[in-house]
């Protein structure tokens, strides 16, 4: 029960232990799944090569910073025909490659963003225990798609 309210993927990832350090709620977490598909060619490996952890901060638990601290496995690519001969498994619904927060933290930061602009949104994100600074929000914006005019002018006449 635990595991499905921090993690969205219960299937993939178990969570190995909880810590508090310097006022930062920290989940230690490792992936399950046997095996992991390159990123390149799609093949199927389960032949492990190393490990590393990432550090992504999370969405705060009442007030509190929350980070997840994840075991990251690298995999051998056993397809003679890709260019990586090793790659990272990948974790979409959790983490983007090479991102710093979980994809729920900036989503919820940017909701802050477009409703309260920069400093303001900072300010209240840093009392809500999910510290950021005045320039991300306003990159998470700018990030942002912008809407189909369209799409957006069809649906209006619709309602008309």
Request: charged content about 20%; proline content about 6%; aromatic content about 6%.
């Amino acid at each position: 029960m635990f595991a499905t309210v921090i993690l969205p993927d219960e299937w993939q990832l178990c969570i190995d232990g909880v810590g508090i350090e310097e006022g930062v709620i920290v989940f230690s977490v490792s992936s399950i799944s046997p095996v992991s598909q390159c990123p390149c060619c799609q093949a199927i490996s389960e032949r492990i090569h190393s490990s590393y952890q990432r550090h992504p901060a999370d969405l705060s638990i009442v007030g509190y910073t929350v980070r997840l601290d994840i075991a990251v496995r690298r995999f051998f690519c056993d397809n003679d025909r890709c260019e990586r001969s090793i790659f990272a498994e990948r974790m979409p619904s959790i983490v983007v490659p090479y991102a710093r927060r979980t994809n729920r933290l900036a989503s919820q930061q940017q909701k802050v963003a477009f409703a309260l602009g920069g400093e303001a949104g900072a300010c209240l994100l840093a009392i809500m225990g999910m510290p950021v600074s005045p320039d991300t929000l306003l990159r998470l914006i700018r990030k942002d798609p912008e809407p189909d005019i369209a799409a957006l002018s069809t649906n209006l006449l619709e309602e008309v």
